[in-house]
């Protein structure tokens, strides 16, 4: 038998075949007016995606690059933040300021999944008056929670300190209009819903936060801000762009104007509910509070090992799906449904968790799951 390889994980994401085609076009050099049009295209296209009249950097890093890169511009050692911590990719927060000698109070949430709520933040904020910097996560991707920025800017707008969020997976999958939201740091990857490899970082700031970044004292080079800044009035780079990625970017940006952001918006709404939909009516929980709609998160039902699970999706049924990490290695398992997705991508995934689930001796009323998601899909199909 043939067997097909499903991307249903969180990061890579499928990319659109015009995208995966413009990267086997002739490379082209940088400093020129050619590139230098394609450049401001793009970075235009992310300001729409972010929401926000302020400027989009392009950093050639994964979204990490963007974290680290908030952190050094905005920071001095000593400086005092706080790091809501959810899940493996809040804890970096935490992790990155660490390294640099922040002094972070981290907020973790235990267990994964629970939600952490605008007053809890204030009540944070006011035990912290000298607090520079609140460092928070749009989707949690280790554990498929959402939470709420909005709630968290109407909080921090009214302190010295400046919100800083990471939007990796959840930008362009969720409204998160930075300007509106009062979110004064946004970043993102490319490899989520932006729809091409892995490469590209994206991050703006606002001018609350270019104020703090103009006193940083925290050692930075590549990821130096400034520079970046200067270059884009030159409609340029400071060092050398991923620019294949770029030129795939263009592409993936004009299937998200073409469908809109309130489209685009309401398509992973859709794509969760029938993930949802489905793992429900297979007798599975979900992991998060406040799911969003990035991926869906669930617990590995009593008697089965969750590496196996994950294990046997892949190996045998070829459906690429992620399984936790550390301390929920093992416990949990993630469909992701952002991106290039389409609905027959969920009814695939429920598929093969379906056939998963049997080999490995869960009780469920087979067909249940594939049959729940269809209902969904049909009454939203357009």
């Not at 804890?91 to 000698?101: D, H, T």
């Not at 009214?158 to 959840?170: E, Q, R, W």
């Not at 949990?332 to 689930?357: N, Q």
Request: aromatic share 8%; proline share 5%; with cysteine.
């Amino acid at each position: 038998m043939i067997k097909k390889y499903y991307l249903l994980s969180p990061g890579p994401t499928p990319v659109p075949e015009r995208a995966l085609s413009a990267a086997a076009e002739p490379i082209f050099h940088h400093r020129t007016p050619e590139f230098s049009a394609l450049f401001m295209e793009v970075t235009e296209g992310l300001k729409e995606v972010f929401g926000t009249k302020e400027d989009v950097y392009i950093l050639t890093s994964s979204g990490t690059g963007a974290m680290e890169t908030a952190v050094v511009n905005l920071l001095s050692p000593g400086d005092k933040v706080l790091t809501i911590s959810g899940g493996k990719f809040g804890e970096r927060w935490g992790n990155i300021c660490k390294a640099y000698g922040v002094a972070y109070k981290e907020i973790a949430l235990d267990p994964w999944g629970k939600d952490f709520s605008k007053e809890e933040l204030e009540a944070e904020l006011k035990a912290m008056p000298d607090c520079k910097a609140v460092f928070a996560t749009l989707s949690e991707t280790s554990s498929g929670a959402m939470f709420d920025i909005r709630g968290f800017g109407e909080a921090v707008a009214k302190t010295p300190a400046v919100l800083v969020v990471d939007g990796i997976s959840g930008a362009g999958v969720t409204p998160c209009p930075m300007d509106d939201w009062k979110v004064d740091v946004f970043l993102s990857g490319s490899q989520k819903s932006f729809m091409i490899p892995p490469g590209l970082a994206y991050i703006a700031l606002s001018q609350k936060a270019w104020a703090l970044a103009a006193n940083s004292k925290l050692p930075k080079f590549y990821f130096d801000l400034k520079k970046a800044k200067k270059n884009l009035a030159d409609k340029t780079t400071p060092w050398t762009p991923g620019i294949s990625l770029i030129v795939q970017q263009k592409h993936a940006l004009d299937m998200i104007k073409k469908l809109g952001l309130e489209g685009l918006f309401a398509h992973h709404r859709v794509l969760a509910d029938a993930t949802r939909a489905g793992v429900k009516a297979l007798g599975l929980e979900l992991l998060a509070q406040r799911p969003g709609n990035v991926l869906t998160c669930c617990k590995v039902p009593a008697g089965i090992e969750g590496g196996k699970l994950v294990k046997t999706m892949q190996g045998k049924y070829m459906a690429y799906i992620a399984g936790g990490q550390e301390p929920y290695k093992g416990k949990i398992f993630r469909i992701a449904h952002l991106g290039y997705m389409g609905g027959f991508d969920i009814i695939t995934a429920l598929s093969a968790l379906e056939m998963t689930l049997m080999d490995l001796g869960h009780k469920f009323e087979a067909g249940a799951g594939i049959k729940a998601a269809q209902a969904v899909l049909k009454e939203n199909w357009q």
